[in-house]
């Protein structure tokens, strides 16, 4: 029923601003009604990424959904790409995806949503951050710049603490489930992944893990849904942050 379809479609986007989104939207600050520039770029960066992920798996089951009608598929791949960053609701069959279109879920359930929202993953600020920080390297600026603003080295480190730290947690998850059981990768990973993200897709291969990688994925869940970062803090006392008071000699390293 494409009402309901777009009636949760629309709570799970709400879900995935986050709450702080939501006061700067309906309660803003600026007597102009002006918006912060993070809920521009949360605002942004969802709008891409449910376009993105929306027309890729369209493209990619276009002829795997051959005899739906039209305007249904362009449903099905709307809810598809909207409730991978966040949800796991499905009205499609997952484990009978083409695998290019269960990988661009991966991608989108490795994502996430925003900050302070019901979503798990690193985080759509985490993953803009990223983005303009590699943007900015390949040009070889110093600073890297959204929108007339610099952010700043803090948030940077804690978006690469972010990004190194969950894919160590995936590939440590994924070996072990992989040694405990005897299933396809792929769906070992989708499983994976899906748990990073707190999305709660799946192949279908759920009921036939073992015991032991179901309590793996838990920790995964959890580390999720907490955030890798806030975990961080808590076992290096807040750190990270920490200014040196002397520099060494600087080392160039060959690379690459």
């Given at each position: 029923?494409?009402?309901?379809?777009?009636?949760?479609?629309?709570?799970?986007?709400?879900?995935?601003?986050?709450?702080?989104?939501?006061?700067?939207?309906?309660?803003?600050?600026?007597?102009?009604?002006?918006?912060?520039?993070?809920?521009?770029?949360?605002?942004?960066?969802?709008?891409?990424?449910?376009?993105?992920?929306?027309?890729?798996?369209?493209?990619?089951?276009?002829?795997?959904?051959?005899?739906?009608?039209?305007?249904?598929?362009?449903?099905?791949?709307?809810?598809?790409?909207?409730?991978?960053?966040?949800?796991?609701?499905?009205?499609?069959?997952?484990?009978?995806?083409?695998?290019?279109?269960?990988?661009?879920?991966?991608?989108?359930?490795?994502?996430g949503g925003a900050p302070n929202s019901?979503?798990?993953?690193?985080?759509?600020?985490?993953?803009?951050?990223?983005?303009?920080?590699?943007?900015?390297?390949?040009?070889?600026?110093?600073?890297?710049?959204?929108?007339?603003?610099?952010?700043?080295?803090?948030?940077?480190?804690?978006?690469?603490?972010?990004?190194?730290?969950?894919?160590?947690?995936?590939?440590?998850?994924?070996?072990?489930l992989n040694i405990f059981n005897d299933?396809?990768?792929?769906?070992?990973?989708?499983?994976?992944?899906?748990?990073?993200?707190?999305?709660?897709?799946?192949?279908?291969?759920?009921?036939?893990?073992?015991?032991?990688?179901?309590?793996?994925?838990?920790?995964?869940?959890?580390?999720?849904?907490?955030?890798?970062?806030?975990?961080?803090?808590?076992?290096?006392?807040?750190?990270?942050?920490?200014?040196?008071?002397?520099?060494?000699?600087?080392?160039?390293?060959?690379?690459?």
């Amino acid at each position: 029923h494409i009402p309901t379809l777009i009636t949760i479609m629309v709570l799970i986007i709400i879900g995935g601003l986050g709450f702080y989104t939501l006061k700067d939207l309906i309660f803003p600050e600026s007597k102009k009604r002006k918006l912060k520039l993070q809920t521009k770029i949360i605002l942004i960066a969802s709008t891409s990424l449910i376009l993105f992920g929306a027309i890729i798996i369209l493209i990619l089951q276009w002829n795997q959904w051959n005899d739906i009608p039209f305007g249904l598929k362009i449903v099905n791949a709307l809810f598809a790409s909207v409730t991978s960053r966040i949800a796991g609701f499905s009205n499609i069959d997952i484990g009978n995806l083409m695998i290019p279109a269960a990988m661009i879920i991966i991608i989108l359930m490795y994502i996430g949503g925003a900050p302070n929202s019901t979503a798990g993953g690193i985080k759509i600020t985490t993953f803009t951050t990223l983005f303009f920080t590699i943007k900015a390297f390949i040009k070889g600026k110093d600073n890297v710049e959204i929108s007339w603003n610099t952010i700043g080295n803090t948030t940077i480190r804690r978006a690469i603490i972010i990004l190194i730290s969950s894919i160590v947690l995936i590939f440590t998850a994924l070996l072990l489930l992989n040694i405990f059981n005897d299933l396809p990768f792929f769906d070992l990973m989708f499983e994976t992944f899906s748990a990073f993200g707190n999305v709660g897709l799946s192949k279908g291969i759920t009921s036939d893990l073992s015991e032991f990688s179901k309590i793996i994925l838990v920790i995964v869940m959890f580390m999720g849904r907490v955030g890798l970062f806030t975990i961080a803090l808590a076992i290096g006392k807040d750190k990270i942050s920490e200014k040196s008071k002397y520099k060494f000699p600087e080392l160039n390293l060959m690379v690459g």
